[in-house]
C-alpha cells in the first residue's frame, strides 16, 4: 500500500470511529508503528486530525464565528486579485458554476458587468452576492448545511448537476499537489465536486500560493482535470512547471 493510499485510509477509518490507536491500525494495514506515527505526523502538519497518546482524533470542529467570515479575510489581497484575473475568461452567455470558497465569492462580486449570465453555486453567501445583480440568472444547489458553514453539501442536488452542462466551473480547494490533483477535507464535497468537474467543459482553479503543494483527505480532480489555475505572485514557480498540462496564469 503506498503511502498516500494508506494516509486515506487512515482518515476514512477516522471519520468512522472518530478516534485511531497506532498498534490498531498496524494490524488493520499490516505496517510497522513507525511508519503510522510518521504518517499521523504528516497528517496533523495538514490540519487533518490531532495525535494523541497511541493514536489520534478528528480536529475540533471550528466554531462559527471561525468559519467562512475568518477564511475570507486570510490572504484577502491575493483572493481579490484571483477573482478580478478570473472574470478574464467569464463570457456573456455561459453558463459557470462557482464552489463556496471564499476565493470564489471574490469573483462572485464582479459579476454585475454580465447581463446574460447563468450562476450555479453551493454557497450560501456567494448566493446571496450574487442577488445583488438582478440580470444574473442564479441557480442554487441544495444540500446539507454544515454547522458553521456557508456551503449547502451532499449529493441531493446529483440529478440537477447531471443535466446541467456548464461552461466553467471556478473552484478553490483545500490543497493541490501534482500527484493528489485537488483535494478537499469533506468527503461529501470533494463527492459534490467530483460530479460537476465529470459534467463540465472546463475547470478553472483558483488557488492562492498557502494551498499549492498541500493536500487532504479526498482527491475531487486529477491534475489532468484541471484546465487553468490561477494563483498569486507568491506561487512556486517550481512547483507550477511541475503541474504538466495545466495552464497557469498569476494574478498580480
Do not use: W
Not at 490533483?181 to 478553472?204: D, H
Request: contains cysteine; hydrophobic residues 40%; aromatic residues 4%.
Amino acid at each position: 500500500m503506498l503511502a498516500p493510499e494508506r494516509r486515506n485510509h487512515i482518515m476514512q477509518l477516522l471519520n468512522q470511529q472518530k478516534q485511531v490507536l497506532v498498534k490498531e491500525l498496524s494490524e488493520k494495514l499490516q505496517v510497522s508503528e513507525g511508519t503510522l506515527r510518521n504518517d499521523l505526523k504528516i497528517l496533523e502538519k495538514d490540519g487533518l486530525l490531532e495525535r494523541t497518546h497511541g493514536g489520534a482524533v478528528l480536529p475540533a470542529p471550528p466554531s462559527h464565528e471561525h468559519t467562512f467570515r475568518s477564511r475570507s479575510q486570510i490572504n484577502q489581497a491575493e483572493k481579490a486579485a484571483i477573482g478580478t484575473k478570473a472574470l478574464e475568461f467569464v463570457k456573456n452567455g455561459q453558463c459557470i458554476i462557482l464552489d463556496a470558497s471564499s476565493t470564489a465569492l471574490e469573483l462572485a462580486k464582479r459579476l454585475g458587468q454580465f447581463d446574460h449570465l447563468t450562476v450555479v453555486t453551493n454557497g450560501l453567501t456567494t448566493a446571496q452576492e450574487l442577488n445583488r445583480h438582478p440580470r444574473l440568472n442564479v441557480i442554487v444547489i441544495g444540500g446539507v448545511l454544515r454547522p458553521g458553514s456557508s456551503s449547502l453539501e451532499g449529493l441531493l442536488s446529483k440529478g440537477l448537476l447531471s443535466q446541467v452542462h456548464a461552461d466553467l466551473f471556478f473552484t478553490s480547494a483545500h490543497g493541490l499537489t501534482a500527484a493528489e490533483g485537488l483535494t478537499e477535507f469533506s468527503l461529501y464535497e470533494a463527492e459534490l465536486k467530483k460530479v460537476i468537474v465529470s459534467n463540465v467543459n472546463k475547470v478553472i482553479a483558483l488557488l492562492d500560493h498557502t494551498k499549492l503543494n498541500r493536500r487532504s483527505i479526498a482527491t475531487f480532480a486529477e491534475t489532468s482535470d484541471i484546465d487553468i489555475l490561477i494563483t498569486d505572485s507568491q506561487a512556486d514557480r517550481a512547483f507550477l512547471e511541475s503541474l504538466e498540462g495545466v495552464q497557469t496564469v498569476i494574478a498580480d
